[in-house]
């Protein structure tokens, strides 16, 4: 082995060692400027957030890891779905209108504050809104309030439901006559 191989093998190790640098110094300036992109919706910001790690190499890489935005675009995009839904479900839960406590669709009396919340069916004794004067499953009128109010769990409106009842028997005469009669 003489001097000349030695300064060969040198200068191939050398060339081999730099390809290997420059290669790594691409991958990283390009998975720098990919992440960006995927993480922001400014165009100049994957270029800016590259030339840093293309300048500041390895410690520009470690800078803009603690740097760069927590989520990308689409899992932030993903979040906001989620969010949106719950939202979605707490409005749509149901509401005592007495005491705006939280109650389920089918129950028929709230258990915090005894607002009446629905009735019923006489006939075919599915539930029905307290505004209903016909029940929308059989047909049949609304039975009269009367005898039910003294059953019942105590009325938080009164005054309501009164006025409830005379719209109700008005209504049922106006069925009765051009509906059910004909
Ligand atoms: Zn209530
Ligand atoms: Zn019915």
Not at 171 to 176: Q, R
Request: contains cysteine; hydrophobic residues 40%.
């Amino acid at each position: 082995m003489n001097l000349n191989d030695v300064s060969e093998l040198f200068t191939g190790l050398l060339v081999y060692g730099g390809m290997v640098t420059a290669a790594s110094w691409l991958a990283m300036v390009i998975w720098t400027y990919r992440d960006m992109r995927v993480r922001s919706r400014d165009k100049v910001a994957p270029l800016l957030v590259g030339f840093m790690v293309a300048v500041l190499t390895i410690p520009g890489l470690i800078i803009y890891l603690f740097l760069r935005p927590r989520e990308t675009l689409s899992e932030a995009y993903e979040r906001s779905l989620e969010e949106e839904a719950l939202l979605q479900e707490i409005e749509d839960k149901p509401t005592c209108p007495g005491c705006r406590q939280r109650i389920q669709h089918d129950w028929q009396v709230c258990p915090h504050c005894h607002t009446r919340l629905k009735r019923p069916c006489a006939h075919c004794g599915r539930l029905l809104e307290l505004s209903w004067d016909l029940c929308p499953y059989c047909a049949s009128p609304v039975a009269g309030l009367t005898n039910e109010r003294a059953n019942s769990a105590p009325m938080a409106r009164p005054a309501q439901n009164w006025k409830y009842e005379t719209r109700r028997r008005s209504e049922i005469e106006f069925i009765d006559g051009d509906d059910i009669g004909a």
